[in-house]
């Protein structure tokens, strides 16, 4: 098996061991915070355990002596995992996998500000397209019943924040991140301890805190690893299959309609962002020329 195929492949499984998430966050009877301190504890522990049996301390302390760029992808991503299951909590969940699908463009905005690259014509496009999606989607909250502008604000500021720690992972090249997640992870929940009886919701639902946990601990290793052997064009429309699965897992099981103004702003985004990835992958094939503009 190639490189490539064994990362398309890798990817694959990470996407779709993370669609499941928000419907574990639907159907755990617990305060969400209570579901952020177990989902991170949990997959937080899983991953940190993986890697001290692979490869011991060395990694770890490697890590804590990354220096700014890492230290700042471990509090950004901290904050992401829970901001996330806040979100679902607070809105649909087609919503928040449609508005976090736009973490390419804030991607592209920080990768302007924080590295100098240049922002191409194409990404202009891609930017005035996603963001005429998310309109839509903002707009649809206050019409349709189980949505509401705060979560999707609250959304939004996750797509930001994760979007701005990947941009920070760029700049730690050389740093092994993998042991950077679970550090993440498991600190977020520490910091989420005092405000919320996280041991009372336990007797109850322990078996999909566990599975939860399970579930982001593949997801979040996967897709650490995989995407070391594929492009990056070709890994956010591997991670699009998430915005559009998770919204339909949901649908199914628990009935959550999506709503026409979500799944029209849905649309528009996953379709530009569709549109926007094969465009690169297409420029990259030999034989065929991108103009300098991108």
């Not at 979007?163 to 520490?190: K, S």
């Amino acid at each position: 098996m190639s490189d490539h195929l064994k990362g398309l492949l890798v990817t694959t499984l990470g996407v779709l061991f993370l669609v499941p998430d928000s419907l574990f966050v639907r159907l755990i009877g617990a305060e969400a915070l209570a579901i952020a301190f177990w989902r991170g504890l949990i997959a937080g522990g899983l991953i940190l355990c993986f890697v001290l049996i692979r490869s011991g301390m060395a990694p770890v302390r490697a890590v804590m002596q990354g220096g700014p760029p890492v230290w700042l992808y471990m509090v950004l991503y901290g904050i992401s995992a829970p901001g996330f299951v806040l979100a679902v909590s607070m809105t649909s969940v087609a919503n928040v996998v449609f508005i976090l699908a736009a973490m390419p463009v804030f991607a592209a905005i920080f990768s302007r500000i924080w590295l100098g690259e240049v922002i191409t014509r194409r990404m202009v496009w891609t930017m005035l397209g996603v963001f005429a999606g998310l309109s839509i989607i903002m707009l649809g909250s206050s019409a349709q019943p189980g949505t509401d502008w705060r979560g999707d604000a609250l959304a939004l500021l996750v797509a930001a924040c994760f979007a701005a720690a990947l941009t920070a992972a760029r700049r730690a090249r050389g740093t092994p991140m993998l042991p950077a997640v679970p550090l993440a992870l498991i600190g977020g929940a520490l910091l989420i301890l005092p405000f919320v009886d996280v041991w009372g919701p336990l007797p109850a639902w322990w078996p999909l805190f566990a599975a939860h946990g399970l579930f982001i601990a593949f997801a979040s290793g996967l897709m650490v690893l995989g995407p070391r052997y594929v492009s990056s064009a070709e890994v956010a429309l591997l991670i699009l299959l998430e915005s559009i699965l998770a919204p339909l897992l949901v649908w199914a099981v628990i009935g959550e309609n999506p709503g026409p103004w979500g799944l029209a702003g849905g649309a528009v985004v996953v379709l530009v962002l569709m549109l926007s990835n094969a465009v690169v992958l297409l420029r990259r094939r030999p034989g065929v020329r991108g103009d300098a503009g991108g």
